[in-house]
């Protein structure tokens, strides 16, 4: 409905602001109200006076049937206002002279339970409100006190939209496209009218009630007047003054000034009420407090501090036929009446009053300057200046993380665990060259450790996002300076996870003990996890959605790992892609360490080719180290050699290197301020009703009659069904009783009863029971009236008609007493369940393209990368390690998969736990299994897509040429991509079946998934392994999927050594290379370049890809068996999914010595007390009379009982 006329002048402000309500009115005196007689007797010239007043509006009200004025209505209402009035003369003169002696007194120290105490019983807001009001204007160092109202006129507000729309899905989302390409270039769609011809004034100390249904533009004008005008627009001809000030100043200087609360509010929840109360007040605080009184007691006093005035309103008798009917009625009768006349005059002289720029404006300038911080700017909207903002975010940080500490203390213990299973692994290393891909590796996987274990910040910051732009728009604070201080406030987390994880990782792996370089591996470890944390803080501060930001920042995370020079060595990166190297921090990092470990070191040689029976004789030149960067004849390798041919790093690049890490982490700080402060989320709209195809409304005749505004007429909206299709519901007769049922729950530890010995009963009946209203106090009556009494008896009556039900069911037949159905939880089977619920998912899933197309982009662009990374990869024996690397990448997409599932699923548990388990709509069995089984599907089809974007970019078709199995090893890899998608997604519900956040369960899978890749026998072969944990490489799922997917992929082809991985060496005087190392590769295998020369012999050391997949315990012979093993893996982490829900968050009521029942969720502190019969709360089957099942039209409840604290109370964790 349009908003014209709902706008009304409250005459009497101090009535509405704190005066007695009048019985005319519906409202009861407040509780501190005292009745003084004496002073009514003084004041009854003041009563007299102002009844013998002519009435404060001249207002006429029109007949509703024939539209004329009845003057009878208006002598009445000219007499209900002087009697109101008088009464309200009187209410002020009462409270002026209980309060006149509390005006003076500083509220700072008022005395303790006086009507100045906010803490005391006898507090009164209106007391409190005029002693601080005095306060103010008395002190000279106080700023001026300020006030404005508002005054609209021809307000219109419109938006834009499409005639029609229709549900999103995964298959017509594509047709979205041409609108997309419309709006970009410049067509907004049909205009569609909000607010039409809205004037109004609400002047400073009056309140403005706005009512309307849902879908009204109420929301949009309390928007609009305080400046959130995001989604629609404001005519250029609606005018707005806010005493003096413009819409313009209002909404950007002075900010915060006027604002808009929602029907829903967000916040903090880790914070108690006094802690966000006394952070609201510390953020608008004035520069200079009146009482003299410190910031931290002025801040505690205004959070204190409670406004509210209990009152109930109702409409005056004989009044509730005088409204319109309809909208356009209420419109049109608005406009053509005098008050709206009337109104514009005073709008007029408003404005004529207070014009824009004008006195009122200066003053209120004036006052507002004088309330900020010294250096603030005249146009910041906000009080405190930047540094003090930084400051009590930075307060407020710290209490957030002191009262929910569960995700930083996850990440330390699961870092710590990390870096104990990790040095373990690497435990100890020797200094010799058998140790330098394990180095590397090591040194690698360190450095993604201290660089990723931050990606999770992105979630985090999603979650308090909206709460900072709130705030935000209510001026308390730059989000930069929340951006800021969340930095500071991790800070403390960041310094002992380097500490502990570095120091834990470095000393136990033995890698270079000296003090230099040990602090410099710390402080790169340190450096790196700052630039990364500011990395990931900038991919969430730049984009507007969640789903946004998942998909590019696992794309980001694939290229820093793949281009960090350990995966593909810097000679290996193709031209394309080479730039990425130098865009990558971790590179810097990885190269900064290498150098450190690397430096200036001779490792000892551990094997020399050839050597071993017939080569005893040789020495010097005839045989060199089997490592990259040997010399021949030299029984050391020197680190530096080492690094220089394998990885092209530098000495002189460390510090260089340590340079640009600090670049980068300034830079995308910046990055991160900038876009937090500039970039908002995306907003919400208003919501629109979306028809199901064959049951939409007619069309509008004409754009010009469409308005938001306007009801539908005629019929309901509802489908007209034929009664062919409706269910036939058989008449139900059960009754449903209870009697003394106690609820009680703990809250801090102590016990509330919410629910005191409550009786009733419900009963099917036709129809609804009428409503009625009523201030009889229950707790005061109930027990000692008449209807209790019977209530009892009524009881008494039902238990024995269901005794005598009982003993006729006993004399039926044995196929009657053992139908199960007829005493089953729920009303369907369960394989209808599971049936209808797994429908339902697949509908949902359908009808979220978000979901699904942020998981193909994920897939196929990961895949893609990856694929041309490597693209057409050489089978040398580096690029034997860079196609292992290749499917080792493809893992890490893992944890950006979970980031997608456990929140999507998290949401749907919350709806399920609160909506269908209490209602025992369907069982929890049926839930997981349906959420578990509709992922795979999505997840098969993504195997597809990623299997044709990865397998044949990189060439591993090409290893099966030469046995001719190409189609053969091609769809046996695909089967492996398609399992490790398969078990991704059962993992994930298995994980976070028993969490309760995304966040905490997105770190524990994080953990495992660390452990699988770790044991999986890539990075460190079982051969390595401390004996203590080969039981891990055997039971971890990756060692079979790697294995698999390795054999399959690499089996039975040659290898080509390229010339850094040639070994060289001389042959013996009068011998050819071919014959001086004949014994060496009958017996060890290899091959020789050039086996005519006699000097400088170029050996290759593998041979065939085998040598290599024996080296890491793969054979393709056993890639089926893999693929058994893998299937065993999905079945378990169902299973475990499934039970760890029920033991986590399933309720599991227990008897205890017959008296006591315990009820409820998983959470919380319930019971139930019986005190004669047994009953539970919430169950169907409480007392059934009859035992009949089924769906009830309609009960009449008769419920009694009380809710205050008996005198023992007995609590006990369900």
Same mark, same amino acid.
């Given at each position: 409905m349009s908003l014209v006329g709902n706008f009304t002048s409250n005459y009497d402000r101090e009535a509405v602001s704190g005066g007695v309500p009048t019985p005319e009115m519906g409202g009861r005196r407040p509780s501190h109200y005292n009745d003084n007689e004496q002073a009514a007797e003084s004041d009854a010239s003041t009563i007299a006076a102002v009844e013998n007043s002519p009435p404060r509006s001249n207002n006429q009200y029109t007949d509703k049937k024939d539209g004329s004025y009845n003057t009878h209505d208006a002598d009445e209402l000219a007499e209900a206002t002087r009697r109101e009035e008088a009464v309200h003369a009187l209410a002020r003169r009462l409270t002026s002279q209980s309060q006149q002696s509390s005006a003076n007194q500083n509220p700072f120290n008022a005395a303790p339970n006086s009507s100045l105490d906010p803490n005391g019983e006898h507090f009164n807001a209106r007391a409190w409100t005029k002693a601080m009001l005095n306060l103010q204007l008395n002190d000279e160092n106080a700023p001026p006190t300020r006030t404005a109202g508002v005054s609209f006129r021809e307000l219109n507000v419109h938006g834009f939209g499409a005639d029609t729309d229709y549900q999103k899905?995964?298959?017509?989302?594509?047709?979205?496209?041409?609108?997309?390409?419309?709006?970009? #270039?410049? $067509?907004?769609?049909?205009?569609?009218?909000?607010?039409?011809?809205?004037?109004?004034?609400?002047?400073a100390g009056e309140m403005l009630v706005v009512l309307g249904p849902p879908g009204s533009g109420c929301s949009t004008f309390l928007k609009t007047i305080t400046?959130? +005008?995001?989604?629609?627009?404001?005519?250029?001809?609606?005018?707005?003054?806010?005493?003096?000030?413009?819409?313009?100043? #209002?909404?950007?200087?002075?900010?915060?000034?006027?604002?808009? +609360?929602?029907?829903?509010?967000?916040?903090?929840? #880790?914070?108690t009420v006094g802690e966000t109360l006394y952070f609201a007040a510390q953020a608008r605080r004035p520069r200079n407090i009146p009482g003299g009184v410190s910031v931290q007691q002025f801040a505690e006093h205004q959070r204190d501090v409670i406004m509210a005035f209990p009152l109930e309103r109702i409409v005056r008798e004989g009044f509730e036929d005088r409204v319109p009917r309809t909208p356009d009625e209420f419109a049109q009768r608005w406009l053509e009446s005098p008050e709206r006349a009337a109104l514009l005059q005073q709008i007029e002289a408003y404005e004529q009053k207070y014009p824009i720029g004008g006195e009122a404006a200066e003053r209120f300038k004036e006052s507002r300057q004088l309330q900020k911080a010294k250096g603030q700017r005249e146009k910041s909207p906000y009080t405190l200046s930047y540094t003090q903002q930084v400051k009590l975010c930075l307060w407020r940080g710290f209490v957030r993380l002191k009262a929910d500490p569960s995700i930083t203390i996850t990440q330390l213990v699961a870092n710590s665990i990390m870096a104990l299973i990790i040095s373990s692994v690497f435990y100890n290393l020797p200094s010799t060259t058998s140790s330098f891909y394990l180095r590397s590796a090591l040194l690698f996987f360190a450095i993604l450790m201290n660089a990723f274990g931050s990606a999770l910040e992105i979630l985090t910051l999603y979650a308090q996002r909206p709460i900072v732009e709130k705030h935000s728009r209510y001026a308390l604070y730059h989000p930069s300076a929340e951006a800021f201080a969340s930095m500071l406030t991790d800070m403390p987390y960041k310094i002992v996870n380097a500490i502990t994880f570095n120091l834990v990782l470095y000393f136990m792996t033995n890698l270079r003990r000296e003090p230099g370089n040990f602090f410099f591996f710390v402080l790169i470890s340190f450096t790196l996890t700052l630039v990364m944390s500011m990395f990931f803080r900038s991919i969430a501060a730049l984009s507007r959605s969640l789903v946004q930001a998942l998909a590019p920042a696992a794309i980001l995370i694939l290229g820093l790992v793949m281009y960090t020079g350990f995966a593909i060595p810097p000679s290996y990166m193709l031209g394309w892609s080479k730039w990425i190297r130098y865009i990558n921090p971790v590179s810097y990092g990885f190269e900064a360490l290498m150098v450190n470990e690397f430096h200036n070191r001779q490792f000892e040689c551990n094997e020399f080719i050839p050597f071993g029976p017939g080569y005893e004789d040789i020495s010097g030149p005839q045989q060199a180290c089997r490592t990259i960067g040997s010399v021949p004849g030299q029984p050391y390798v020197n680190g530096d050699d080492y690094i220089n041919s394998a990885f092209n790093y530098y000495a002189k690049n460390k510090w260089r290197n340590f340079g640009i890490m600090w670049v980068f982490m300034f830079g995308l700080m910046l990055v991160y301020l900038a876009g937090t402060e500039y970039i908002t989320a995306k907003k919400s709209k208003g919501e629109v009703l979306v028809f199901r195809r064959g049951h939409k409304l007619p069309a509008p005749k004409s754009k010009s009659e469409e308005d938001l505004e306007a009801a539908v007429p005629g019929r309901n909206v509802a489908a007209q069904n034929d009664s062919d299709n409706i269910a036939i519901i058989e008449r139900q007769t059960a009754i449903f009783q209870w009697e003394d049922v106690c609820y009680d729950i703990t809250i801090k530890k102590e016990p509330r009863r919410i629910l005191d010995h409550v009786d009733g009963w419900v009963k099917p009946v036709i129809g609804a029971a009428p409503g009625s209203h009523t201030d009889i106090d229950w707790h005061q009556t109930w027990r000692n009236s008449d209807e209790y009494r019977e209530v009892k008896r009524h009881l008494a009556e039902l238990k024995s008609e269901r005794g005598q039900a009982e003993a006729l069911q006993r004399t039926m037949s044995a196929q009657k007493r053992e139908d199960k159905a007829a005493f089953r939880e729920f009303a369907a089977p369960f394989m209808t369940q599971l049936r209808e619920t797994m429908v339902r998912v697949f509908q949902q899933y359908w009808r979220t393209p978000s979901y699904i197309y942020s998981k193909t982009f994920l897939c196929v662009l990961s895949a893609l990368f990856i694929g041309f990374s490597l693209f057409q990869m050489p089978n040398t024996q580096t690029g034997l390690q860079n196609q292992m690397f290749g499917i080792f990448m493809l893992m890490t997409i893992f944890g950006q998969l979970v980031q997608q599932i456990m929140p999507h699923f998290v949401t749907q548990r919350a709806l399920y736990e609160v909506r269908e388990r209490p209602s025992k709509t369907y069982s929890w069995k049926a839930f997981m299994i349906s959420n578990i089984v509709v992922e795979l599907p999505w997840n098969s089809l993504m195997a597809v897509l990623i299997f044709f974007c990865w397998y044949y970019p990189i060439g591993l078709?090409?290893?099966?040429?030469?046995? $001719?199995?190409? +189609?053969?090893?091609?769809?046996?890899?695909?089967l492996f991509v398609w399992m490790f998608l398969l078990f991704t997604s059962t993992f994930t519900h298995m994980v976070i079946a028993g969490i309760d956040s995304a966040e905490t369960g997105g770190n524990l899978a994080n953990l495992m998934f660390s452990l699988c890749l770790i044991f999986c026998g890539v990075l460190a072969q079982p051969s390595d392994f401390p004996r203590f944990w080969i039981f891990m490489y055997r039971i971890s799922p990756f060692t079979y999927m790697v294995s698999g997917m390795l054999s399959v992929g690499l089996a039975n082809s040659v290898v080509q050594c390229a010339e850094n991985e040639l070994i060289h060496f001389d042959p013996r005087p009068n011998q050819t290379c071919?014959?001086?190392?004949a014994d060496w590769t009958t017996a060890a295998g290899g091959r020789m370049q050039n086996p005519e020369a006699t000097s400088d012999c170029n050996f290759c050391a593998i041979e065939d890809t085998n040598v290599f997949l024996a080296s890491i315990s793969s054979d393709y012979s056993n890639a089926w068996r893999n693929f058994g093993i893998l299937w065993a893996y999905v079945i378990f982490n169902i299973?475990?999914?499934?039970?760890?829900?029920?033991?986590?968050? #399933?309720?599991?009521?227990?008897?205890?010595?017959?008296?006591?029942?315990?009820?409820?969720?998983?959470?919380?502190a319930v019971k139930e007390e019986k005190l004669d019969q047994p009953s539970h709360v919430g169950s169907s089957r409480n007392s059934n009379a009859d035992g009949e099942k089924g769906v009830e039209t309609a009960r009449y409840a008769s419920i009694t009982g009380t809710n205050t604290p008996p005198a023992q109370e007995i609590s006990e964790k369900a």
């Open positions: 899905s995964v298959g017509n989302v594509w047709l979205d496209g041409p609108g997309l390409v419309k709006k970009i #270039m410049g $067509d907004k769609g049909r205009k569609i009218d909000i607010l039409q011809h809205c004037d109004g004034l609400v002047e400046g959130e +005008t995001h989604g629609f627009v404001v005519d250029s001809n609606s005018h707005i003054n806010y005493q003096g000030v413009s819409p313009e100043l #209002m909404n950007k200087n002075y900010r915060g000034e006027a604002i808009y +609360t929602a029907e829903v509010d967000v916040h903090f929840p #880790m914070m078709y090409k290893n099966a040429e030469y046995t $001719d199995s190409v +189609t053969l090893r091609g769809f046996q890899l695909f071919g014959e001086y190392i299973g475990a999914a499934l039970a760890l829900y029920y033991l986590v968050r #399933m309720p599991k009521p227990k008897k205890e010595k017959g008296d006591k029942k315990e009820v409820g969720g998983h959470k919380g």
